[in-house]
């Protein structure tokens, strides 16, 4: 059984890597989709691969690392973006045998601040650059040093260094970050940020602080009070701060050129579309297709897509709604339409926010729930039959190689071992008990929460554990 297991896992990989390899450039990637009792235990999950389902029991859910994210939470955007792109240098840094730990509440670097911007604002890689003597060629961050530094967004040292593992203090980065918005504001005495004084400003940078308060970017940064009473911003800030620009960058520039060079360095595109289909982290499934439609003109790899143009994409992970677990979607826009001409949409089109919560219609929820709630608890009920058969048929078939093991030894003048064996078999009894009992209690709870989150669902949807989004809501890509 176990070599069957194995011989699964591998057959499962390679279909995996094989649907990589021959993916077209609009198509769906396999991705991971979870389901509501298990997340009692975080036992069970399922994986689609090129559009067939295997079953993983006893594995741990896991949640896709793409960066679109849809829910019913105004910032959700901001909060995945920055968790990606910390993601992003943690990675980059254990791949380089970067011999710090990867701690996002440390203060972040000019390395880690160069990468973030980079990534943020879409740098396109410079053709050529003037290199810098402390950056080897291996080092991690290196080329999104030299994208930021060669569009004039951060500097290097006169001396020809960059000090890549330099603390970057907190004005340093309100500085940098002055630069890429145009916010009308008269503050130009020390900076005041909720009513409290910001400490760690010097006077060349009141300005570019004010500016970034008046900004609002900073109330989508974590820990207001470390905000203003520390010198560093941690790496999780920054990483915040940046996502909360990429957000809004077209709402914090006035329409004239960025200052010191910048203009035509940020690589930034953002179109609303009025979603056509519903999406909700209770039924959709990965590999669903949606429509949405653009409610204003959109320019996508040199051609202009005017107002109401089709837009599709794939629900590309899904995490059901449990105890403790909030349920959300993960979706990626795949391509933009307009009668015969279709552009596939740039693979960073990676985040997707609620700008206008509306709750569904009343008359729907009551006409749908009781269909979602039976099918709901009937798919609990048979995956809790079928997990329970799964556990009771692996633990009799270890029960008799136990049992056989016992008799054999036996009659072979080993005792000692036959005693062992028989003693196994006790055990694999008394584990298989447990295990099919923790199946049954997770059914029982998965099909009471099923069903009184759905009563949630119809009276007060906005108190609802679950992530969606409904026809006619608007959304804004950013790419």
Known sequence: MKVMKKLLAVTVAMCAISSV??????????????????????????TLVDAKSVYVTGGKIL???????????????????????????????????????????APTLRSEVATILAEGLNVETP????????????????????????KDIMIGYPSGVFKPDQPITKAEVFATVAKLININHSATDVPVYKNETMQYIPKWAYSATNEVIASNLLDAVPDSKGVIENEYLSKEQVAYLVASLRKNYEALQSG??????????????????????????????????FTAKTTEEVVVDGVTFPEGSIVRGNVIAVQ???????????????????????????????????EDLKN??????????????????????GRTGGAICNVA?????????????????TFTLHPG?????????????????????????????????????????????????????????????VF
């Open 21 to 46: 390899a021959l993916a077209k450039p609009c198509e769906l990637e396999a991705k991971t989709q979870s389901y509501a009792h298990p997340t009692l235990f975080k036992s069970q999950a399922q």
């Open 63 to 105: 949640k896709s690392k793409n960066k679109i994210t849809v829910g019913n939470k105004d910032n959700v955007y901001v909060k995945s973006w920055a968790k990606d792109v910390l993601d992003i240098i943690k990675d980059s840094q254990a791949k380089s045998g970067y011999k710090t730990a990867f701690n996002p509440k």
């Open 127 to 150: 053709e050529n650059y003037k290199p810098y003597s402390d950056i080897d060629a291996n080092y991690w961050a290196k080329d999104w040093i030299y994208k930021v530094t060669e």
């Open 256 to 289: 004239t050129a960025v200052a010191d060079g910048t203009q035509g360095a940020i690589g930034i595109t953002t179109v609303k579309v009025k979603l056509l289909d519903r999406l909700s982290a209770k039924t959709s499934n990965v590999g669903e297709w």
């Open 320 to 354: 059901r709604p449990g105890i403790k677990e909030p349920g959300y979607i993960k979706v990626q826009f795949k391509y933009i339409k307009n009668g015969d001409c279709k552009k596939c949409l740039p693979k960073q089109v990676a985040s997707a926010s609620v």
């Open 360 to 381: 569904p219609n009343i008359l729907a929820r009551l006409v749908g729930a009781p269909l979602t709630i039976v099918g709901r608890a009937a798919g609990v009920v």
């Open 393 to 409: 048929g692996n633990g009799v078939e270890e029960v008799g190689d136990e049992l056989s093991n016992f008799l054999v030894e």
């Open 417 to 477: 071992r036959g005693v062992a064996s028989l003693g196994n078999s006790a055990v694999t009894i008394l584990k298989g008990a447990f295990d099919v009992t923790k199946v049954a209690v997770s059914g029982i709870f998965g099909v009471v929460y099923e069903v009184g989150d759905e009563i949630v669902y119809v009276i007060v949807p906005s108190l609802s554990n679950s992530s969606s989004l409904n026809p006619n809501e608007e959304l804004t890509i």
